[in-house]
């Protein structure tokens, strides 16, 4: 699928363009865009379904690169991941445009945008990292829309925020081709993959994509990198909601990637093409966390609800409770400066770097023409 490429207004989108690599051309003179499975093959003065990765003069070049949606400084804890420095701030970001097209996309406005106003705010890497460090941010999170589809973006990004000390985090679908996957998690810390469902028939009919790629990402990312994996699987009542699954689910996630990835089931709430479907019940993830627990997750949380148990991190040798959790804010912490469980000495799995951070459930939005 391509869009036609919309006439911006002179100069403006042109500042904001640059070439990219992961694309190839094809002999009836179409070039096909090679940085996701969708393989969009578009004609001089295309867009690909993503929207910001279009065919211009022979190539395939990014249209958003140092033009964001809007920046904010959210607790770690909400993109989700809860193994990499708990308690920090990190600044939050992302583009416009998405290669899957989910009909419960609760970013739609932002990932399914055509619109080029819609990139409101401008910034080059340089600056989002001294911002983000002038903020006291400890990591840049690519989210909101997929970092898949703004590639070269987030590598300059991250290998800016490295240089000044600071972390990035990839909160994506998973949705890439094995060269640029490479390519793109040798710059990233962390990443939170959202696993939408364990059946190709949920991909197909809700997502238009595949889950195999989705398996291939979180297999390399885990044995190929040493980036912070978490995985977080959004239930949607009556569609990936049934026991089978989540136990399928969770016996390939201990098998292929071992019991220490946590696994965020967050509730769906009706949005975009699914307003008319029900919100998901506490019941349903509190049943999909206890099938987790009994195949070996050591780390089964859930989320978009308050519940005590399912936020709260546990000691997988001696049971004690690690860290407890009101929402995205931080309560009792017993473990150790290198995360160790402060009864028995087992050490959590994550990244720890000292005692917690405080910066609790604040939101803050950040506009990148002020000054921090």
Same mark, same amino acid.
């Given at each position: ?10 100069? %403006?989108?042109?500042?904001? +363009? ?6 190839? /051309? $094809? &002999?009836? #003179? ?88 819609? %990139?409101?705010?401008?910034? +080059? ?6 911002? /983000? $460090? &002038?903020? #006291? ?236």
């Amino acid at each position: 699928m391509s869009y036609e490429l919309r006439a911006p207004p002179r100069g %403006l989108e042109e500042s904001f +363009t640059v070439a990219t690599t992961h694309w190839h /051309a $094809l &002999a009836d #003179g179409r070039a096909q865009c090679d940085i996701c499975p969708r393989a969009c093959r578009l004609h001089e003065g295309q867009r690909g379904l993503c929207f910001v990765r279009a065919r211009q003069g022979d190539k395939i070049v990014l249209t958003s690169h140092g033009r964001s949606s809007g920046f904010c400084i959210d607790p770690i804890e909400k993109k989700p991941l809860n193994h990499f420095l708990p308690g920090t701030p990190v600044l939050s970001f992302g583009t416009a445009g998405c290669m899957l097209a989910c009909k419960f996309c609760q970013n739609w406005d932002i990932s399914k945008s055509r619109e080029v106003d819609t %990139l409101a705010d401008a910034a +080059t890497p340089d600056r989002i990292a001294d911002v /983000a $460090l &002038a903020l #006291g941010c400890r990591s840049v999170a690519f989210t909101y829309n997929d970092p898949v589809v703004f590639h070269e973006y987030a590598i300059d990004v991250a290998d800016a925020c490295r240089a000044r000390g600071l972390r990035s985090v990839a909160v994506t679908a998973g949705y890439q081709n094995a060269a640029p996957r490479a390519e793109f998690y040798a710059h990233m810390d962390a990443a939170n993959v959202d696993l939408k469902a364990f059946t190709d028939t949920f991909y197909h009919d809700i997502c238009a994509g595949r889950l195999q790629p989705v398996l291939e990402t979180l297999e390399y990312v885990k044995h190929e990198t040493n980036v912070w994996l978490e995985i977080t699987n959004l239930v949607i009542p009556d569609l990936n909601d049934s026991d089978a699954e989540f136990d399928d689910m969770t016996r390939w996630i201990v098998e292929r990637l071992g019991p220490d990835v946590p696994v965020h089931f967050t509730a769906f709430h009706p949005d975009w093409k699914m307003l008319d479907w029900p919100p998901t019940p506490a019941v349903t993830l509190a049943r999909a966390r206890a099938i987790a627990v009994a195949n070996g997750v050591r780390y089964a949380y859930t989320g978009n609800v308050r519940d005590a148990e399912g936020e709260a991190t546990r000691c997988h040798e001696c049971g004690a409770s690690l860290i407890e959790r009101d929402g995205y804010a931080i309560g009792a912490w017993r473990l150790t400066d290198d995360g160790r469980c402060n009864s028995c000495g087992a050490r959590c799995a994550g990244v720890f770097a000292g005692p917690p951070g405080h910066w609790g459930a604040r939101r803050r939005p950040v506009r990148m023409s002020v000054e921090p």
